[in-house]
């Protein structure tokens, strides 16, 4: 399977940052925001009409489903019950405050509870004498705040007693999932159950209602770690006869058998965790919440042009002990769709230390020999003087010091290997958490001021692509709206290309070669080569002229979403899911395929900008080389003669479209005809197109 991005449709279909792509009199930059990795299915536009998420209510609809995708065959178990509490949470200094036969008298009311809902008042009864620092909070009813277009409502919430009270409340709200600890999550019936201890197989159990639950409870667990800075978290399912606990990380979830509610294992378990450091708990210490009245919040919220009134809270993040204090402003969910991957969020953040804003991305990145840190990489492409990419101001792995760089390096795939866990289709990945700061601070390529300015940009990253490749030796390997970036504003405008994360370092050890798992990539702008059956099985490996087409995409994605054309809204919702959503084997790629050559997208759209068209139509025919049949039409006489001289024409147009591919700015030289070139003034500004639910 390869390793590739996607972009969710709530971004996909409306904004590619989550900004407005209309230029506006103001140029303040915005951080962009990248794709995070993973598969999940793309959603249609109407599932993100808000709908509670409670078992009293599962709605069955394509953001469960999808949830559930993210997470099946990253489940590890069923790890023994006392293994987890003793691995995970370290036995306390604290004496206990109970006996062992006290313990399970505590949970007997909750077992015998008539229904789901009367468990929750008993079951906060029951925990409450082993976790005194905590307040368990019956939540069902009342939803947090809406998590990409739906309410969070676990069925009871463990939080810090005080915690959740914001400024000017009396009191905490009952769902504040900024403050959650721990999420609990009641089934009555244990049909429901998502895993099983029984089949030898797979952990998970595969019947409708299992699924239904799984996904719901992993939608629970991305709220929960796109809320808050986390390097793990913690919840339970409960069932009317038993109980599970499960510890999720970026690399996927990690289950216990199940045990009897009058087991003393829950009572341990709140009793360990109410004694836990924060950083077992999973909170990184690197990332501290500011008070109202500190001294560098005032002046960061400055600097960001924030307005105190109305901004939202502000963090301090760190690199290391020794590292510069950025400080940033942080919504109550922070970019994040699945709850495993990469995780990448980024900041407009201010340095304290050097009294400047810079861009800050937080990810996890993946540990393999194929792959680079990416401020080496940045290092690699400044010795080399490529141009268009920022200046790195540091980077490195989180937990640096630390034995196995402590909480901030993924374990679930370690337990993958013990010899209770089920067997997975394939080893877990491992993923440390890991900081970058650039200097350079950019807005989405979306926010042009002019349609030849957009091109502009294009034609700048990819100036930055061939230089990287041929001087720095460096392959990108995933070229996409999201990673190019505008700089400054009138002539002074200048594209830039960021995200190196999945870059290949081709004068790495391995000696360049990127291995089958290492299929790199966001799928919308993937190159048709790579998404279409491998001619003879092979794996298919990406290459710079794979680069290359991803960048037409991009620039047709950004023709069809944001410049004049004809299209109505339906067409152009249809069109979008056509080229670039396709991706049954039997379909993938094909959407993109129909578009070069001579029944480029210039045929099907009719766009305003005449200097548009002539680009698009030039580089859909310079890509159809890669395409074999169709980059020879049909000769226009039935005279053998002049048919031999036809295709004599024909073969020499394509190997120059080849030679100009592969030659070093070949690309970026067609780029720079059309700018040189007149049509780009009538119909030039952006036009933001809205699309069907």
Same mark, same amino acid.
Request: charged share 25%.
């Given at each position: 399977?390869?390793?590739?991005?996607?972009?969710?449709?709530?971004?996909?279909?409306?904004?590619?940052?989550?900004?407005?792509?209309?230029?506006?009199?103001?140029?303040?930059?915005?951080?962009?925001?990248?794709?995070?990795?993973?598969?999940?299915?793309?959603?249609?536009?109407?599932?993100?009409?808000?709908?509670?998420?409670?078992?009293?209510?599962?709605?069955?609809?394509?953001?469960?489903?999808?949830?559930?995708?993210?997470?099946?065959?990253?489940?590890?178990?069923?790890?023994?019950?006392?293994?987890?509490?003793?691995?995970?949470?370290?036995?306390?200094?604290?004496?206990?405050?109970?006996?062992?036969?006290?313990?399970?008298?505590?949970?007997?009311?909750?077992?015998?509870?008539?229904?789901?809902?009367?468990?929750?008042?008993?079951?906060?009864?029951?925990?409450? %004498?082993?976790?005194?620092?905590?307040? $368990?909070?019956?939540?069902?009813?009342?939803?947090?705040?809406?998590?990409?277009?739906?309410?969070?409502?676990?069925?009871?919430?463990?939080?810090?007693?005080? =915690?959740?009270?914001?400024?000017?409340?009396?009191?905490?709200?009952?769902?504040?999932?900024?403050?959650?600890?721990?999420?609990?999550?009641?089934?009555?019936?244990?049909?429901?159950?998502?895993?099983?201890?029984?089949?030898? =197989?797979?952990?998970?159990?595969?019947?409708?209602?299992?699924?239904?639950?799984?996904?719901?409870?992993?939608?629970?667990?991305?709220?929960?770690?796109?809320?808050?800075?986390?390097?793990?978290?913690?919840?339970?399912?409960?069932?009317?006869?038993?109980?599970?606990?499960?510890?999720?990380?970026?690399?996927? !979830?990690?289950?216990?058998?199940?045990?009897? $509610?009058?087991?003393?294992?829950?009572?341990?378990?709140?009793?360990?965790?109410?004694?836990?450091?924060?950083?077992?708990?999973?909170?990184?210490?690197?990332?501290?919440?500011?008070?109202?009245?500190?001294?560098?919040?005032?002046?960061?919220?400055?600097?960001?042009?924030?307005?105190?009134?109305?901004?939202?809270? *502000?963090?301090? $993040?760190?690199?290391?002990?020794?590292?510069?204090?950025?400080?940033?402003?942080?919504?109550?969910?922070?970019?994040?769709?699945?709850?495993?991957?990469?995780?990448?969020?980024?900041?407009?953040?201010?340095? !304290?230390?050097?009294?400047?804003?810079?861009?800050?991305?937080?990810?996890?990145?993946?540990?393999?020999?194929?792959?680079?840190?990416?401020?080496?990489?940045?290092?690699?492409?400044?010795?080399?003087?490529?141009?268009?990419?920022?200046?790195?101001?540091?980077?490195?792995?989180?937990?640096?010091?630390?034995?196995?760089?402590?909480?901030?390096?993924?374990?679930?795939?370690?337990?993958?290997?013990?010899?209770?866990?089920?067997?997975?289709?394939?080893?877990?990945?491992?993923?440390?958490?890991?900081?970058?700061?650039?200097?350079?601070?950019?807005?989405?390529?979306?926010?042009?001021?002019?349609?030849?300015?957009?091109?502009?940009?294009?034609?700048?990253?990819?100036?930055?692509?061939?230089?990287?490749?041929?001087?720095?030796?460096? $392959?990108?390997?995933?070229?996409?709206?999201?990673?190019?970036?505008?700089?400054?504003?009138?002539?002074?405008?200048?594209?830039?290309?960021?995200?190196?994360?999945?870059?290949?370092? *081709?004068?790495?050890?391995?000696?360049?070669?990127?291995?089958?798992?290492?299929?790199?990539?966001?799928?919308?702008?993937?190159?048709?080569?790579?998404?279409?059956?491998?001619?003879?099985?092979?794996?298919?490996?990406?290459?710079?002229?794979?680069?290359?087409?991803?960048?037409?995409?991009?620039?047709?994605?950004?023709?069809?979403?944001?410049?004049?054309?004809?299209?109505?809204?339906?067409?152009?919702?249809?069109? *979008?899911?056509?080229?670039?959503?396709?991706?049954?084997?039997?379909?993938?790629?094909?959407?993109?395929?129909?578009?070069?050559?001579?029944?480029?997208?210039?045929?099907?759209?009719?766009?305003?900008?005449?200097?548009?068209?002539?680009?698009?139509?030039?580089?859909?025919?310079?890509?159809?080389?890669?395409?074999?049949?169709?980059?020879?039409?049909?000769?226009?006489?039935?005279?053998?003669?002049?048919?031999?001289?036809?295709?004599?024409?024909?073969?020499?147009?394509?190997?120059?479209?080849?030679?100009?591919?592969?030659?070093?700015?070949?690309?970026?030289?067609? *780029?720079?005809?059309?700018?040189?070139?007149?049509?780009?003034?009538?119909?030039?500004?952006?036009?933001?197109?809205?699309?069907? %639910?």
């Amino acid at each position: 399977m390869g390793i590739y991005d996607t972009i969710p449709a709530n971004e996909f279909y409306s904004l590619s940052t989550g900004v407005s792509p209309l230029a506006s009199e103001s140029d303040a930059p915005v951080a962009p925001q990248t794709p995070p990795l993973g598969k999940p299915d793309i959603l249609t536009a109407s599932s993100s009409i808000s709908q509670p998420f409670t078992s009293q209510h599962l709605q069955r609809d394509e953001k469960v489903t999808a949830m559930y995708k993210e997470i099946t065959r990253k489940v590890v178990g069923p790890m023994p019950v006392t293994e987890f509490i003793s691995e995970f949470l370290p036995e306390p200094i604290a004496d206990t405050p109970w006996s062992d036969a006290a313990s399970p008298k505590a949970f007997e009311a909750v077992r015998n509870a008539s229904s789901e809902v009367q468990m929750y008042p008993l079951w906060i009864k029951a925990t409450a %004498p082993f976790c005194p620092d905590l307040e $368990l909070v019956d939540t069902h009813a009342e939803g947090a705040e809406s998590f990409d277009g739906k309410e969070i409502r676990p069925d009871i919430t463990a939080r810090v007693k005080g =915690g959740g009270k914001r400024k000017n409340d009396k009191q905490a709200p009952k769902n504040d999932i900024v403050s959650a600890e721990i999420m609990m999550e009641f089934e009555y019936a244990d049909t429901d159950d998502p895993f099983t201890d029984d089949n030898v =197989g797979s952990v998970e159990h595969n019947s409708k209602a299992a699924r239904d639950t799984l996904g719901q409870i992993t939608l629970y667990a991305t709220a929960h770690l796109a809320a808050q800075f986390r390097t793990h978290i913690f919840s339970l399912l409960v069932f009317k006869n038993h109980s599970r606990l499960l510890r999720w990380d970026r690399s996927g !979830v990690i289950v216990t058998e199940r045990f009897a $509610l009058v087991d003393r294992h829950t009572a341990d378990f709140f009793w360990r965790y109410n004694h836990a450091s924060r950083a077992a708990r999973g909170y990184d210490e690197y990332a501290k919440d500011l008070l109202p009245n500190d001294e560098a919040g005032f002046h960061a919220r400055s600097k960001l042009q924030l307005v105190y009134r109305t901004s939202k809270p *502000l963090v301090a $993040l760190t690199l290391h002990n020794e590292s510069d204090i950025y400080i940033i402003e942080r919504s109550t969910y922070l970019h994040l769709s699945s709850p495993t991957g990469r995780s990448t969020r980024s900041f407009l953040a201010y340095c !304290v230390e050097t009294d400047a804003i810079v861009w800050l991305k937080d990810t996890w990145r993946i540990i393999s020999p194929a792959y680079t840190a990416e401020h080496l990489i940045y290092q690699k492409l400044h010795k080399h003087n490529v141009p268009y990419v920022s200046p790195c101001k540091e980077g490195g792995d989180l937990g640096v010091g630390e034995m196995g760089f402590g909480r901030h390096q993924t374990i679930t795939h370690v337990y993958q290997r013990k010899s209770w866990a089920r067997p997975l289709p394939r080893p877990l990945r491992t993923l440390r958490h890991y900081r970058l700061v650039l200097q350079d601070v950019g807005r989405d390529c979306t926010r042009f001021h002019t349609v030849k300015q957009f091109v502009k940009v294009i034609r700048d990253a990819s100036v930055a692509h061939d230089r990287a490749y041929f001087d720095a030796r460096v $392959l990108h390997r995933d070229i996409s709206v999201g990673n190019i970036l505008i700089l400054g504003t009138g002539e002074e405008t200048r594209g830039m290309l960021i995200d190196w994360d999945l870059s290949k370092d *081709l004068d790495a050890a391995d000696g360049g070669i990127t291995t089958p798992a290492e299929h790199t990539g966001t799928w919308q702008f993937m190159a048709a080569r790579l998404q279409l059956p491998s001619p003879n099985g092979a794996p298919l490996i990406v290459n710079r002229e794979d680069d290359l087409e991803s960048f037409l995409y991009v620039m047709i994605w950004v023709a069809l979403r944001y410049t004049d054309h004809d299209l109505s809204m339906l067409i152009l919702t249809d069109k *979008l899911t056509y080229i670039f959503e396709q991706r049954l084997s039997v379909t993938s790629g094909i959407g993109k395929t129909k578009i070069l050559g001579g029944r480029n997208i210039t045929k099907e759209v009719k766009f305003k900008n005449k200097g548009m068209v002539e680009i698009l139509a030039a580089l859909s025919k310079l890509f159809a080389v890669r395409y074999g049949e169709l980059t020879a039409p049909e000769s226009p006489s039935d005279d053998p003669e002049d048919h031999a001289i036809w295709e004599t024409l024909m073969a020499r147009s394509i190997e120059e479209r080849r030679s100009r591919l592969e030659r070093d700015g070949g690309f970026t030289e067609r *780029l720079e005809l059309a700018l040189a070139a007149g049509g780009w003034e009538p119909h030039h500004a952006p036009v933001m197109h809205n699309l069907a %639910p």
